[in-house]
């Protein structure tokens, strides 16, 4: 089983989903799709390296377009 990574519409980072193909990882997220999440665009098979991220519990914040998240703020520095 390997990890995908569920992309939404309204959603700036990905949702990690254990799934077997992209089509069980899409099945998967739509469970957990929350308000406000907007439509599902991509289900992508997580990279290598965030595959080792993930397995060491720590959440990938990567975008749809491969991009990652800041984690800092300018509002919140201590991040």
Known sequence: MGWYLVFWRHRS???????????????RARKKQKRGYGAMTVARR???ADQRLIRRG????????GSHRHQRSRYRPWL
């Open 58 to 65: 720590v959440w990938v914040r990567r975008r749809a377009d």
């Open 13 to 27: 980072t990905a949702k990690v989903v254990p799934a077997i193909s992209a089509r069980q990882a899409r099945q």
């Open 46 to 48: 997580a990279t290598a």
